[in-house]
């Protein structure tokens, strides 16, 4: 197992704990989506071009992170990626976005302990 690996599934752990209505695939999804951009750098640089640029400083940055909203989920991914995820999961594509707004800031926060 990887570094990147290990941190995710310490990450995993703490945020399943944390935050209510996790479902249990949903760690592993967002893992997919960080690998799939070619690492978290590529996939905050998305979200950056996206316009999200504040929020991502904020999530990596050691404050308080910034919240984005199930349509700027939509509008990142894509329609069809979140639409996947959701029948993987057996969810709606609705409840996904909304699922991935609320994880997504604070595993990039875990991610990046530092700010770094």
């Known amino acids: 197992m990887g570094l990147f690996d290990s941190i ?11 935050i209510e209505d996790v479902h249990p695939g949903l760690v592993q999804e967002v893992q997919g989506l960080i690998n799939g951009a070619g690492g978290l750098e590529n996939m905050l640089s998305t979200f950056r071009e996206k316009g999200l640029g504040e929020a991502v400083e904020s999530w990596v940055g050691t404050g308080q992170n910034l919240p984005i909203s199930s349509e700027q989920i939509q509008s ?16 709606s594509g609705s409840d996904v976005a909304q699922k991935l707004a ?15």
């Open 76 to 91: 990142v991914l894509g329609n069809e990626q979140v639409e996947a995820i959701a029948q993987k999961l057996g969810l």
């Open 102 to 116: 609320a994880l997504l800031p604070q595993v990039v926060d875990k991610l990046t302990p530092n700010g770094q």
């Open 8 to 18: 995710v599934a310490q990450a995993e752990g703490v945020l399943t704990n944390a």
